[in-house]
């Protein structure tokens, strides 16, 4: 997968966070605001590694 399959899971994973908090199912909304943090972290995560290994390959920078 790549960051933007972990971005494209937000959506949902908020869909069900926003669900179970107008049900005040906490534990839920809780465990899905948690998911929604951790596709963010992931694609962030995927992005980083992508420009440090460009980098560290040589990469040149376009203006």
Known sequence: EDA???LNK???AKAKHEDAAKKKD???ANLWAEQVWQYQVKA???GLRAKTYLEQAGAKKVK
């Open 4 to 6: 933007t399959d972990q």
């Open 10 to 12: 937000i959506k949902d």
């Open 26 to 28: 906490w534990e839920q």
């Open 44 to 46: 962030a995560d995927l």
